[in-house]
């Protein structure tokens, strides 16, 4: 079990070990979610990025979770990122920051989450983690990131009473 903390400056080095090790993310991904963690580590008050990381027992990063609130939007949240280390992949690590986040994205009055990824095969196993954690297909845009590579949009709904209400 990992501890879920905030990001602190001396962990950028491992996040961006990371990143480069779990091997789908292109250099632009990289450069960008980089660009977003440097954000969160020079501005305190900003409040459009909220970064966690689950770290081992010597507080070293295991693996790190990026979202914040969808601009224009009644309680609507984004997850950005989110990776572990391929040494630590499959041990609940991925698990226990989403459901951190969900419970997060609840306390501040957040009604959904939408997670995005990409259609290629490179993604499939990011595509089953959302799957087997409840969140559920809702869109898709072929094309979206390059020629035959697409967008597919995962939805979770935070209150369930709502859904059921609907269906």
């Not at 440097?38 to 010597?58: G, H, P, T």
């Not at 990063?61 to 992949?89: E, F, N």
């Not at 499959?90 to 994205?105: C, D, K, S, Y």
């Not at 697409?150 to 369930?160: A, P, T």
Request: charged residues 30%; proline residues 4%.
């Amino acid at each position: 079990m990992a501890t879920i903390r905030s990001l602190t400056p001396g962990d950028r080095p491992a996040i961006e070990r990371i990143l480069r090790q779990v091997k789908v993310f292109t250099e632009e991904e990289i450069e960008t979610a980089l660009q977003i963690v440097d954000l969160y580590l020079q501005n305190s008050r900003q409040r459009d990025y909220l970064i966690k990381v689950a770290a081992d027992e010597k507080d070293s990063p295991l693996g790190y979770i990026c979202y914040g609130k969808t601009p224009m939007t009644d309680g609507v949240y984004h997850l950005y990122w989110i990776a572990v280390d391929p040494s630590r992949q499959a041990h609940g690590i991925g698990g226990e920051l989403l459901r951190f986040m969900e419970r997060n994205v609840k306390d501040l009055g957040g009604r959904m989450i939408l997670a995005e990824t990409s259609s290629s095969p490179e993604y499939q196993g990011a595509r089953d983690f959302y799957s087997k954690h409840g969140y559920r297909e809702v869109a898709r845009i072929d094309d979206f990131y390059r020629v035959n590579e697409g967008l597919i949009i995962y939805q979770h709904r935070l209150d369930d009473q709502k859904v059921a209400a609907k269906t």
